[in-house]
């Protein structure tokens, strides 16, 4: 990395202050001297490709392109994945039960990644954790090529990926702040959501053409090769080492993580929103192959393309998330939990392709906005010693409750139709915004 130079502070959104005895402990160096930095305020660091400045960092340059590689291999993994599950056993159920195994160590786990994220240097992390998810994949690639693939392997192998995930998500959101420093940090958080929605929109559609032409084993291949290009990219960055400091037990350092983040109201809020609308709303996407299928009639072609609509609205609102005013930024997460649950309901009920298409975009671009506005404020506003903590906690809610939500939501398909129980998570969704609502009465809801 560049040689030391002093940390710019951010400019907090109106209310997100940190106080005194809270001040950052650990000392990332962005590549940017301040004198840059300044000439780019007077310039007016505005436009609409503001965000764009987070490139001059050399190490999130080498993150972004290893990162967008790796992605669009996992997302066609996520697909291909759903796919092979519903092509085998026709059953939402074990479509909900598949995601349930890939995700759930993320609720169980995450807290435990980051108390290492914060202990230790996040870089090497990485590094294994992008080693075992490769041997992840060529295993899903070796079993299928060979015939030998059966739902139980899938679930077992969905089970590994979700523990490194554990740790992953954790470790690689608090390293952000280290690649960009923190007055480039809300840059970079919109950045990395524009890029995972990228990937989103490319790989599907991807997914779903080899599909139809080589077939599911592939696919799989492909995420595996995917990975090299992050796990590269890794070993070509430079970090200055952190400075050693004094931890508290493992147990210990987990619970003042937990502490610390209720007693902070926007994180709180905030928190309490991604993990609803993950578990209730979220969860529509381990669906999406009984959606085109049963609902829209549609083969992988189809499912790809649903999955690229997707992806298309949540690009769109990580873009409009870098366009947030900072006096706004709090009051992001009600109104797109609110606006979520909407287009949610209005998507369960329809059986037209093209619609159904239309109507994911709004239903991911809320969705976006709420996870990426909720990153931006919980990483503003936590203390450095406690960020891989309170990012472990975001993972927890965003992704840690989907699987609990896909399994649920698995079964009231199968009990009450597809149709009817997303649009209840819907009205769960809106219901949780109005109590988001009442516990900020007596503030300024823009502020």
């Not at 979520?340 to 709004?362: D, E, V």
Request: glycine share 10%; with cysteine.
């Amino acid at each position: 990395m560049a040689p030391e130079t002093p940390i710019i502070e951010a400019v907090l959104p109106e209310g997100l202050e940190i106080t005194p005895a809270a001040q950052p402990v650990e000392a990332p160096q962005p590549e940017v001297s301040a004198a840059e930095a300044a000439e780019d305020a007077a310039k007016g660091g505005g436009g609409a490709f503001v965000f764009l400045r987070v490139f001059r960092h050399r190490n999130y340059r080498l993150f972004f392109t290893g990162q967008l590689v790796s992605l669009m291999g996992t997302w066609i993994t996520n697909v291909t994945q759903g796919f092979l599950v519903y092509s085998l056993t026709h059953s939402p159920l074990l479509l909900g039960v598949v995601s349930f195994a890939g995700q759930v160590p993320v609720f169980f786990f995450s807290a435990f990644g980051g108390m290492i994220s914060d202990r230790f240097d996040r870089r090497r992390m990485l590094l294994w954790t992008q080693t075992l998810a490769c041997a992840q994949s060529a295993a899903l690639a070796v079993l299928t090529l060979t015939h030998q693939i059966q739902v139980w392997m899938v679930v077992c192998l969905a089970l590994f990926q979700g523990f490194i995930n554990a740790f992953d998500v954790p470790i690689r959101q608090a390293m952000t702040v280290e690649m960009v420093g923190r007055d480039d940090l809300r840059h970079a958080i919109s950045l990395n959501s524009m890029m995972f929605n990228l990937a989103r929109v490319i790989g599907p559609p991807v997914a779903g053409i080899v599909i139809a032409l080589v077939g599911v084993g592939i696919c799989f291949a492909l995420d595996a090769l995917s990975y090299l290009a992050v796990i590269f990219c890794l070993t070509l960055m430079l970090f200055t080492p952190r400075p050693s400091a004094k931890h508290a037990t493992p147990l210990r350092a987990i619970a003042q993580g937990f502490a610390y983040a209720w007693r902070v109201r926007e994180i709180r809020i905030s928190l309490f929103l991604v993990a609803i609308c993950s578990a209730f709303g979220a969860s529509y996407l381990t669906q999406m192959p009984a959606f085109a299928r049963d609902a829209l009639r549609q083969g992988s072609e189809g499912l790809g393309f649903l999955y690229g609509a997707v992806g298309a609205g949540a690009l769109t609102g990580a873009y409009v998330l870098a366009r947030v005013p900072d006096r706004h930024l709090r009051a992001t997460p009600i109104i797109a939990s609110l606006c979520f649950g909407l287009a949610l309901i209005a998507f369960s009920q329809s059986h037209i392709y093209w619609l159904s298409m239309l109507l994911l975009m709004p239903c991911s671009f809320n969705l976006m906005l709420l996870g990426g506005s909720t990153n931006s404020i919980i990483q503003l506003v936590s203390r450095d010693d406690m960020r891989g903590r309170v990012v472990a906690l975001y993972a927890i809610a965003f992704m840690g409750m989907m699987p609990w939500g896909a399994l649920l939501l698995g079964w009231a398909a199968e009990s009450f139709g597809l149709g009817t129980a997303v649009a209840i998570g819907g009205g769960i969704c809106m219901m949780a915004a109005l109590v988001a609502l009442y516990d900020r009465r007596g503030q300024a809801f823009g502020a």
